[in-house]
């Protein structure tokens, strides 16, 4: 009897260790899956660098090739940080695209205002036209100030998006990665003790 409960047992925790490893195989291949998504931009995207047209980027997830579904990465990059998270240097950077973004916008709104108060002031004296005022030389100043602005801010904002797939694509150093990442295991499988009971086996790759 006390023979028949330990076999029972044995074969129990032979089928729940078989389970486990399977399971964890499943989920170690997955996460890897999901890690090593390669992101294309669109050809004309890829050449744009300093100075280029602020517009959206467009991406896929395919062999970036004339036949992809090419998807817009919104205009403050928003869409691609899913497949970004995970790789600090991927998400630094596309904060720094953001960033910009947000700066090109308040120009941009910047610099309409100040159009528009210079309009304004030239429509108000209907009796005898001006075009120099003081108000309308603070608003010429202003929108100066906001086209500089805007040449400085545009200069880099589409390299920090263009970086950022790239530190995807590349990877990062393992010490950037965090502590989860270095602790998964490389290699799982089942090993046989000394009495043939069934053991799990993990190993790890030192980095």
Not at 59 to 74: H, V
Request: net charge positive; charged share 15%.
């Amino acid at each position: 009897m006390p023979h028949t409960q330990l076999s029972r047992v044995s074969g129990g925790l032979r089928r729940f260790t078989l389970v486990a490893a399977c399971s964890l195989g499943v989920s170690l291949a997955a996460q890897a899956q999901q890690t090593t998504t390669v992101l294309r931009l669109a050809p004309e995207d890829v050449s744009r660098g300093l100075n280029g047209p602020q517009k959206n980027f467009f991406f896929t997830t395919g062999a970036g090739t004339a036949n992809d579904d090419y998807q817009s990465a919104g205009f403050f990059g928003q869409r691609l940080r899913p497949y970004l998270a995970g790789n600090q240097e991927a998400l630094d950077n596309l904060n720094r695209y953001r960033r910009q973004k947000w700066m090109y916008l308040t120009e941009r709104l910047t610099f309409v205002g100040a159009v528009g108060l210079y309009g304004q002031q030239v429509l108000a004296h209907t009796e005898k036209e001006e075009y120099f005022n003081t108000t309308q030389q603070a608003a010429v100043g202003l929108a100066a100030f906001s086209l500089l602005s805007n040449v400085l801010i545009s200069r880099h904002t589409n390299s920090h998006l263009q970086r950022a797939i790239e530190a995807h694509n590349t990877g990062v150093p393992a010490a950037r990665t965090g502590v989860l990442q270095q602790m998964r295991p490389s290699t799982v499988g089942l090993a046989a003790s000394r009495n043939g009971q069934p053991l799990l086996a993990l190993s790890w790759n030192l980095r």
